[in-house]
Structures are given as structure tokens and as C-alpha cells.
């Protein structure tokens, strides 16, 4: 069934290169949890760009989320970024799509990204929040899209 939604998109989508989403526990995301995905890469002549997906619960208790994204090229170097994702208005209006109590939002987090070498890039998501276990997250997930 995944891979079957994975063409679907990608059909209606010809620029998609990876999409990929992991649910977090229900009990929370402990801090020293790490979300991971590896995306082949045969492309190094094209620029894209780099999503990150959040689903969370009208329950989250905070308007912001903060997260620190570890990009591992296929050479092992490591490029690290922090990423801050507003999850409502001040006005405490959630922002994303959704109904009931399940939002979702897309964050542009990087632009006209090359990957220079073919092979794996594994990226490893890791909450910031300070909180031993985070509560709220449903899902994390990585969109990338060549431009």
C-alpha cells in the first residue's frame, strides 16, 4: 500500500524525489529518540528543496517546535541544522490543514540544495523542546522536491 501512495504521488508529482513520514509513540517523544531516513541520491546536477512534515494533536501543548535535523552525506560529513516550526498563531488558531484534532504542516527548511556525491544521505530528526518526553507530535516526516 505505501509503495503503491509513493507512485501515485510521484506521478502527480514529477519533481518528488523522497517523501516519507515515521509516527512518533503515543507515549511521547523521549529526547534521546531519533527519527531516520535514508534517501538514495543519483541526481547531483539538480537543485531541490527540503521539506519537513509535522502532524501534531490540538493537544501540543506549546505554539512553536524546534527539532535538530542531522544531514549525513554519502562521505560521512555531518551538516546539522535547527529548525523552528510554528504550530499556531499567537492568537493560540492552529495553523496547517486538518480537521478534528489532527494538524498538519509543511516547512520549507532548505532551498537550492545540491546533493554533490551519488549514494545515501541519511537524515536524523531529533526534538528540541527541552521536554524528557514531548507530547502532541503525531508524525515527522522529510519531503524533498527538485526544482
Not at 509513493?6 to 506521478?11: E, K, R
Not at 499556531?88 to 492552529?94: C, K, Q, T
Request: glycine share 6%; with cysteine.
Amino acid at each position: 500500500m505505501l509503495i503503491l501512495s509513493m507512485v501515485f504521488a510521484q506521478a502527480c508529482n514529477p519533481d518528488l524525489v523522497f517523501q516519507d513520514n515515521q509516527a512518533i509513540p503515543s507515549e511521547g517523544w523521549h529526547y534521546q529518540d531519533k527519527i531516520t531516513f535514508s534517501v538514495e541520491m543519483d541526481d547531483t546536477l539538480s537543485l531541490h528543496n527540503l521539506y519537513l512534515d509535522v502532524r501534531n494533536t490540538t493537544d501540543y501543548e506549546y505554539r512553536n517546535f524546534f527539532v535538530f535535523m542531522d544531514i549525513e552525506f554519502p562521505d560521512n560529513r555531518v551538516l546539522r541544522d535547527t529548525i523552528e516550526c510554528i504550530l499556531a498563531e499567537r492568537s493560540g488558531e492552529w495553523t496547517g490543514k486538518g480537521f478534528g484534532r489532527i494538524k498538519s504542516n509543511r516547512f520549507l527548511f532548505r532551498t537550492d540544495v545540491w546533493f554533490p556525491k551519488k549514494g545515501t544521505y541519511t537524515f536524523t530528526i531529533e526534538q528540541g523542546m527541552r521536554e524528557e518526553v514531548l507530547h502532541g507530535i503525531k508524525d515527522i516526516g522529510i519531503h524533498i522536491e527538485r526544482k
